[in-house]
């Protein structure tokens, strides 16, 4: 069975930092896409940021220069690196796997994301 585990969520202050880590398992960790997507209230569901299985990357053009995502393939993990945090990066963050050739995808519980002063 497949469970990818958000965690390091939280309350920052504007200019903070946090790191969200997905931790994958029952999953072949190193042939999917991983993303980091987020869905602030009453507002669809974005992508953030993806790596693939070549470790490309793409950011949303508003984290970019803020935000950086990361994979440890030996630790089945993708990590999120937030820094510079804006009270409207507050959002529910949720980790994201698409097979690279496979129509397969697993989405993340959800972490929550605030930031407020």
């Known amino acids: 069975q497949v469970q990818l585990a958000e965690s390091g969520g939280g309350l920052v202050q504007p200019g903070g930092s946090l790191r969200l880590s997905c931790s994958a398992s029952g999953i072949f960790f190193s042939i999917y896409t991983w993303g980091w997507y987020r869905q602030a209230p009453g507002k669809q569901r974005e992508l953030v940021a993806s790596?693939?299985?070549?470790?490309?990357?793409k950011y949303q053009d508003s984290v970019k220069g803020r935000f950086t995502i990361s994979k440890d393939n030996a630790k089945n993990t993708v990590y999120l690196q937030m820094n510079s945090l804006k009270p409207e990066d507050t959002a529910v963050y949720f980790c994201h796997a698409d097979h690279e050739w496979q129509n397969i995808q697993h989405w993340g519980q959800g972490t929550q994301v605030t930031v407020s002063s």
């Open positions: 790596v693939s299985s070549g470790r490309s990357t």
